[in-house]
C-alpha cells in the first residue's frame, strides 16, 4: 500500500489516474461516500510494491530470492546504479507479481502456483466473488506471509454490546487474536457486575478469536481506589473473586483474563502484584492466561495515582503479557492536543522495553477522533467521535488537514455554522503506519487496540498489509 496526501486542488479522478485505478477503487477503500476532498486528507492506495529495509548481509540476489522477483526487477525500481552496492538500512521498493487469468484458472490454483494463500489474493484485489475470475484479468500476487510480514498478535477492546458487538467482531475478527469486552466490574465484597457479552463472546470464537475477560475496579463516577484495596488488602475476598471469574470464563468461553486495576493506592503496591500472581497460580493450572493493563510509565519512580502502583518489572514477570494503555495524553476534559502522541509512546516503550520482555508487550492504539472548542476552557468536555467522522467533518468544512511530525498525528482547525472554533485531533493512514512500524522497531508482541467500535477502514487495511495476525487456536 501507498498513502498519497491531497494537494490544493487535487481532485480524486486525476488522483486515481495518477496511480492507474478507478475513482471507485480508492473511495471504497478509504470509505468516502463520494469524490469530495479536503488538503492534507491521506488517502490509501493498492501498490504494485512494498519496501523492504536491506540488512546486513544481504544482496540484491538474496532479496530477489526472498521475495520471488528478479535483480533486474529490483534494479529498475530503485534505480540503481550499481546492482553489487547496497547499504544496510537502505529502504527498497520490491515490486509486486502480476498474473493474467487464463481461461479455466481458479483462486486456488493461482495462488498454488505462487505460494500464496487465496484469501490474501482476494485482499490485495478486493475480489468480491472468488469464485467468480474473468479470463484475462490482470490480479496483484502478493508476497508470502511467511517471508515479507512480521507475525504479531491483536487485541480490541469494546464498549459495545449485543448485536453491535457482534457487527463489529464479525466485521473484523479475521484481523484480532483476542477480543476484550469491556468490562466487568469487581466489587468490594469479590463479587462482578455482570456483562452482556454472550453473544459477542460466541462471534468471536466463530472467527477463531480467542475471547478476554477484562475486569475493572472503576466506573465513570469512581476512582475505584477504596474497591481496589478492599480487594488487595482481602485474602477471603480474593478468593471469592477468582472463584467468580473462573466460573464466568468457563461458562461464557473465555481463554484469557485482563486485570485492568486503575488508581490502585501507591501504598498498595505489592498487595496489586501479589494478586496478580495469585491470578496466575489459579488460572494457570485450568488452562487459562493472565494478563494486565498498565497506565503508560516512562520510569519507576513516575510518581501519580495512575502509576505508583503499577509495577512494570513484577507484572512483566508474572504475566503472559501486558497491555500498555499508550493514549489519552489529550484527554478530553484537557486542552487540545495529540491523544497518541508518538514521541510520548515511545517515551513509555523506551521504558517498557528495559524490565519487560519485548514478546510480552502489547502497544496500545487509540481509534478514535476529539473535537475542542476554541478557546480551550479547562474542564470542557470534547467531543470524541471515530476517525473517519473526523476525516469526513474536515472534508464538510474544507478544513485543511496538517500533520504534526513530532506526535505523528493529523489535525485540523474549522469554524461551524454557529461562527465557533474547533480543533480536531485524529487518527489517520499516516499516524497508523508510524505506529505500525514502532510496533516492528520495538519488536512486540502486538497492538491492543481502544476500541473497535469506531470507524477507521484506513486502519485495518493497512494491518493486513503490515502484518500477519497470529491466530491462537
Known sequence: MQIHVVRQGETLTQIASTYGLSA?????????????????????IPSSSQSYTVKSGDTLWKIAQQ??????ALVNANN???????NPGQVLLVPTITH???????????AQTYSVTVQSIINANNIANPNLI?????????????????????????????????????????YLTYFSPFAYGVQANGSLINLDDTSSVQAAISTKTVPMMSINNFTAQTLGSDIAHAILSNTGVQNTLLTNIASIMKAKGY????????????ADRDLYSNFVQKAVNYLHPQGFLVS???APKTSAEQSGLLYEAHDYAAHGRIVDFVVLMTYEWGYRLGPPQAISPLNQIKHVLDYAVSVIPRNKIFMGFETYARDWTLPHVQGQDAETFSPQTAALRAIQYGATIQYDQTAESPFYNYTDAQGVSHRVWFEDARSAQAKFNTV??????????????TSYPQNWTLLADNFNIRKNW
Request: proline fraction near 4%; charged fraction near 10%; glycine fraction near 6%.
Open 24 to 44: 471507485s477503487t480508492i473511495m471504497q477503500l478509504n470509505g468516502l461516500p463520494n469524490q469530495n476532498l479536503t488538503t492534507g486528507l491521506a488517502v490509501v
Open 67 to 72: 521475495y520471488g522477483t528478479t535483480i533486474s
Open 80 to 86: 540503481i546504479t550499481n546492482p553489487s552496492l547496497i
Open 100 to 110: 493474467t487469468v487464463k481461461s479455466g484458472e481458479t483462486l486456488w490454483q493461482i
Open 134 to 174: 474473468y479470463p484475462g484479468t490482470v490480479l496483484l500476487v502478493p508476497h508470502s506471509i511467511s517471508t515479507s510480514k512480521t507475525t504479531i498478535e491483536v487485541n480490541a477492546y469494546t464498549y459495545q454490546t449485543g448485536a453491535a458487538a457482534v457487527q463489529s467482531v464479525q466485521s473484523h475478527g479475521q
Open 255 to 266: 481463554r484469557v483474563l485482563n486485570i485492568d486495576f486503575e488508581d490502585v493506592l501507591p
Open 292 to 294: 494486565t493493563a498498565l
Open 440 to 453: 516492528k522497531a520495538y519488536n512486540l508482541r502486538g497492538i491492543s487496540y481502544w476500541v473497535l467500535d
